[in-house]
T-cell receptor
């Protein structure tokens, strides 16, 4: 399958700081990228959908000013958690979609801990 | 009623057993059906995908879709300890975001 990378894999930051997570599709062009959040032993919660060059579409209840998404190219999307708080601690996973609805591949995830 | 229902388990089977994982759904517009495997603290890995109804086989894995019953299954033959993971079903209609089940935690005991 196609490869999606995510960086960093783990980050610890202090409350009030901002953290940027990068998501790259390495061997295909991603027309659409998705950002998910996952709590322990829970399923994936879709946060937002972004298309290259367009503003992201956020799911209900997700603060767009807190979770800034930039989809600068067909291979790169970034998620910035601004003014992070301990309740933002979670596992964040990006996903990239190619040309078909079933061609959706996930990155390895980023574990964010806010102290 | 949730769009996609999946028994969270946990499901524990002996090595070599046939495993059956299932999901039901309510949205008749779903056309694309996927199964993902997720190991602990890792991103989901696409195992199989199916369009519309029918069966698809890949090695030890078989995916089945019954649209008339709104029921999908993943069978794992000759299960191995390395198959121990959480299995997530996912489905979509057209280019809409995937809708995931909650995932079933599977343990294959050696």
């Amino acid at each position: 399958g196609a490869v999606v990378s995510q960086h960093p894999s783990r980050v610890i930051c202090k409350s009030g700081t901002s953290v940027k997570i990068e998501c790259r599709s390495l061997d295909f062009q991603a027309t659409t990228m998705f950002w998910y959040r996952q709590f322990p032993k829970q399923s994936l919660m879709l946060m937002a959908t972004s298309n290259e060059g367009s503003k992201a579409t956020y799911e209900q209840g997700v603060e767009k000013d807190k979770f800034l998404i930039n989809h600068a190219s067909l291979t790169l999307s970034t998620l910035t958690v601004t003014s992070a708080h301990p309740e933002d601690s979670s596992f964040y996973i990006c996903s990239a979609r190619g040309t078909g609805p079933y061609e959706q591949y996930f990155g390895p995830g980023t574990r964010l801990t806010v102290t | 009623q949730k769009e996609v229902e999946q028994d969270p388990g946990p499901l524990s089977v002996p090595e070599g057993a046939i495993v059956s994982l299932n999901c039901t759904y309510s949205n008749s517009a779903f056309q694309y059906f996927m199964w993902y495997r997720q190991y602990s603290r890792k991103g989901p890995e696409l195992l199989m995908y199916t369009y519309s109804s029918g069966n698809k086989e890949d090695g030890r894995f078989t995916a089945q879709v019954d649209k008339s019953s709104k029921y999908i299954s993943l069978f794992i033959r000759d299960s191995q300890p390395s198959d121990s993971a959480t299995y997530l079903c996912a489905m979509a209609s057209g280019n809409t975001p995937l809708v995931f089940g909650k995932g079933t935690r599977l343990s294959v005991i050696a």
